[in-house]
């Protein structure tokens, strides 16, 4: 990922000065939020913390709340929207780490409309090229029934 796709500061440098959200994250993360709510995000941070380091101390959640406090609020203030939903859906369909349908889910959460996913792969596809990014290699419409029961 470039420099050009890390969300530096989101706000959170004047509270958190050592962190840094990259794009990708940031925008999971207030996925989570608006699906699940900031409990359920706040609990899933704790608990993925909790995974590796084995315990967390009331300062570390208190952080991780703080955190998805500023992820939220600063997300609900980004004012090009679009950008963040083709920039993030482009990178996580490239890796292949999400499918049409949940980037274009993604996007209807983010931009607050509805959206298909074919359009929306579409609409990613056009922006990766005005980006000069290459683009998706993924396949139109809906998987063959015979490539679905090959899994």
């Known amino acids: 990922m470039s420099d050009e796709d890390e969300v530096p500061t989101l706000g959170i440098a004047q509270i958190l ?3 840094t959200v990259d794009a990708v994250v940031f925008w999971n993360w207030y ?3 608006k699906e699940r709510g900031i409990d359920q995000a706040h609990q899933m941070a704790v608990l993925s913390v909790k995974a590796i380091a084995g315990s967390v101390s009331e300062d570390q959640e208190s952080r991780l709340r ?3 406090e500023i992820i939220e609020w600063r997300a ?3 004012t090009d929207r679009k950008e963040q ?3 993030t859906s482009y990178n996580l369909l490239q890796s292949r780490d999400w499918d049409r349908a949940r ?3 993604f996007a209807r959460w983010l931009l607050g409309k509805e959206i298909e996913p074919e359009a929306w792969r579409k609409a990613v596809n056009k922006w990766a090229k005005e980006q000069g ?3 998706l290699k993924l396949p139109h419409g809906r998987p063959s029934k015979r490539n679905r029961n090959n899994r």
Request: glycine share 0%; proline share 10%; aromatic share 0%.
């Open 17 to 19: 000065p050592t962190e």
């Open 31 to 33: 996925e989570t939020i």
């Open 66 to 68: 703080h955190l998805l």
């Open 76 to 78: 609900e203030l980004s």
């Open 85 to 87: 939903a083709l920039l």
């Open 103 to 105: 980037a274009a889910r």
């Open 133 to 135: 990014k290459p683009e």
